[in-house]
C-alpha cells in the first residue's frame, strides 16, 4: 500500500490549505486513516484521525481549526486547515492501517511527508 499525500506550501496569516492522501496498491480494505506532523527539533505529532465508519479525533492544539474527512471509495483523506498559525508550520505525514488482497491483518502505512509553512 502507498499514500501520496498533497496540497502542502505556503500560508499567509490567517490562511487556508487543504492536504490530500490517497492511499493505492493491492488494497483490500483501510481502517483509520490520519495526519501527523513533525516540526523542525520536535518529535512527530498526531494531527486527526478519522476512522472508516466517520469517528474523528483531534490534537487539542488544532480543534476548531483543522478538519479531518475522508472519502473510503476512493481510499482519500483530506485535513482543511484553517487560521494556520506559526506553530503549524511543519512536515505533515499522511498515515493508515491498511489490509493488502490475500492478507489477514492490517499494517501501518506512512506518506511521504508534505511541508506546510505559515508565513511570517
Known amino acids: 500500500v502507498q499514500l501520496q499525500a498533497s496540497g502542502g506550501g505556503l500560508v499567509q496569516a490567517g490562511g487556508s490549505l487543504r492536504l490530500s492522501c490517497a492511499a493505492s496498491?493491492?488494497?483490500?480494505?483501510?481502517?483509520?486513516m490520519g495526519w501527523y506532523r513533525q516540526a523542525p527539533g520536535k518529535q512527530r505529532e498526531l494531527v486527526a484521525t478519522?476512522?472508516?465508519?466517520?469517528?474523528?479525533n483531534y490534537a487539542d492544539s488544532v480543534k476548531g481549526r483543522f478538519t479531518i474527512s475522508r472519502e473510503n471509495a476512493k481510499n482519500t483523506v483530506y485535513l482543511e486547515m484553517n487560521s494556520v498559525n506559526v506553530e503549524d508550520t511543519a512536515v505533515y505525514y499522511c498515515?493508515?492501517?491498511?489490509?493488502?488482497?490475500?492478507?489477514?491483518?492490517?499494517?501501518?502505512?506512512w506518506g511521504q511527508g508534505t511541508q506546510v509553512t505559515r508565513l511570517q
Open positions: 498515515h493508515a492501517w491498511g489490509r493488502r488482497v490475500g492478507e489477514l491483518r492490517y499494517q501501518e502505512y
Open positions: 478519522i476512522t472508516s465508519g466517520g469517528s474523528t
Open positions: 496498491g493491492s488494497i483490500f480494505s483501510v481502517n483509520e
